[in-house]
């Protein structure tokens, strides 16, 4: 049974970054190191670029898991972030969630370190509590494509929407006469053959 298209909206989205650390990194198996920090980077980029609520979190610091990917904590030194002491689930630590609601959004975009417990445990928890998730799988990893893809059957049939960020930046945006140069800038940050695309264009239109 086909489901209503609830499309994004950059009035009533929110990005959560949940337990990007650098001793979890490591784990990442399922995309390569350089295009995963890449993707997670472009997440960031495109929250702040529509200026969407953000809300970092981490777990277990003082463990194994290691701190927050020090450019998270730079792009965004004003948002809410939750060291939490141990919860394993986001979602089980207050603090958190008050942060979540304090941003009056109900979509919520989730990416984070691995896909079937750190990204799937409080997607799965926003869900039973009415918001509308959006995973962005491309800045969400884990060990193998076995483990991912399970994590993935799991939240999209709880309800959430696989997106990729390139996705996601383009749902927000809708059309490209809103900011030709700001999206295109976004874009080529982080999509080498898109920065091909653009120098093209630009020089095209430098010419006219």
């Known amino acids: 049974m086909s489901k209503p298209y609830k499309r994004l909206d950059k009035t009533q989205a929110a990005v959560l970054m949940v337990d990007h650390q650098a001793g979890l990194l490591s784990l990442v198996r399922d995309i390569e190191p350089d295009k995963f920090k890449n993707n997670v980077l472009a997440l960031a980029d495109l929250a702040r670029y529509f200026k ?26 004003d948002a809410p972030f939750i060291p939490r002491p141990g919860q394993i689930n986001a979602w089980d630590n207050e603090d958190f969630v008050s942060a979540v609601r304090a941003t009056g959004k109900k979509q919520l975009l989730i990416a984070g370190v691995v896909t079937e417990v750190c ?16 995973v962005v799988t491309d800045a969400s990893g884990t060990f193998n494509e076995i483990t991912r893809d399970s994590a993935w059957h799991r939240m999209a049939e709880a309800g959430a929407q696989l997106m990729t960020w390139f996705g996601v930046a383009c749902e927000l945006h809708r059309d490209w ?26 020089t095209v239109k430098g010419g006219k």
């Not at 609520?53 to 020090?70: A, C, I, R, Y």
């Not at 990204?119 to 959006?134: D, M, N």
């Not at 006469?177 to 695309?197: A, M």
Request: hydrophobic fraction near 40%; proline fraction near 10%.
């Open 52 to 77: 969407l609520p953000t809300v970092l979190t981490t777990s277990f610091e003082d463990g194994p898991n290691g701190p927050l990917v020090p450019e998270l904590k730079a792009m965004f030194p």
């Open 119 to 134: 990204v799937a445990f409080p997607a799965l928890s926003a869900i039973e509590e009415g918001f509308e998730v959006f």
């Open 177 to 202: 006469r809103n900011d030709i140069e700001g999206l295109g800038t976004l874009f080529s940050n982080h999509i080498p053959d898109y920065r091909n695309l653009i120098t093209a264009y630009t």
